[in-house]
């Protein structure tokens, strides 16, 4: 029977606990398991090779994306390191100019060491991000909607351009602002999905993680192996706290939706705002894309302010329900200002954020309650 992925987010994954009929997952806080015999096990070994909690996430957000294989990480940025690592000394990567600012850092200030090359190209733009691939380009890394700018890649488009190349580089989708729910990036023709499910799929702000998944299986095995030598896996709690998360998330991700497709209309026509981006406002210049491609808008959305960074900052300390903080995908509110701060790493290169720009995680509050939180705000600016 072919779930949906209501249902998968619920039960992918997952089995009664066989000893007790516990319908929640245990948290197998354990390292080792016993050996009846030497080299005899029952499928567990060693927690960082696996764990009966982290494998019922992975099997769980393999479901969630229609993938064959999930693998779950201690952090979003671990999962992204992982895939890299796929690559070698003078393997050549094409990368969105508008990605996450830890995603940036990890390429440019670690891999370039190792003699790995990098473009940063607009990814939105698929002649663009044609004329950047290169003979040895082995990675097309593709982030949409990006952080913070939720500009939209076709994705379909790009993997369909990809594909007729000799040598065809692999496709990796950071799905971390769309989640499956909105956008499944395997189905469009990527090769590797990663997520940081710190965000939307965990929910609530109370775990960091990362996860990829895939249908190839000699890539799964590459990465599986990897994920063991390198060893930057998830402890149980968390694998426990993400698997409890996912069960709302379609839940979640209609209301963020609603409530940010609210907070985006407010903004627009208010005088104060420059600029208001959210995927689905029709003023969204990949708009079509974005309709097209994602079941909802998603619950982020970025603002200029017209007053610059004064502006900025004085909206973004003067809200109480939204707080100030990193991170986004929580059911709380939050707001933050980029250039200062997630996105630090990239200010002095060319993908610096201008310092105006405000991002907001809208929560699933009630959404009057944020309006007049926004409301009082802006009259402080
Ligand atoms: O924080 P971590 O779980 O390691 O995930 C890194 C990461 C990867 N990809 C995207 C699109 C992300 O947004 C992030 C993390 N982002 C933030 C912490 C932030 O506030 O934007």
Redesign the pocket.
Known sequence: MKLKIETLAIHGGQTPEPVTGAIMTPIFQTSTYVQPGVGENKGYEYSRTGNPTRKALEDCLAGLEGAQYGLAFS????A?DTVVRLLKSGDHVVCGND?????FRLFDKEFRRFGFEFDFVDTTDVKALEAALRPETRLVWL?TPT??LLNVSDIRAIAEMLAGRKNRPLLAV?N??ATPYLQRPLELGADVV??????YLGGHSDA???AIAMNDTALYERLKFMQNAIGAVPGPMDCFLVLRGIKTLHLRMDRHASNAEAVANYLSDHPKVKTVTYPFHESHPQYAVAKKQMRNGGGMISIVMNGGEEAARKLAEGTKVFALA???GGVESLI?L?AG???LSVAASPLAIDTGLV?LSVGVEHVDDLLLDIEQALGKV
């Open positions: 952090s979003g940025m671990a992204t990605v996450y600012g830890g995603t982030e952080n913070p950071d971390t602002f990663v997520h940081s499910t710190t965000k960091v993680g990362g990193e991170s986004l933050e980029p701060m997630t996105h991002r």
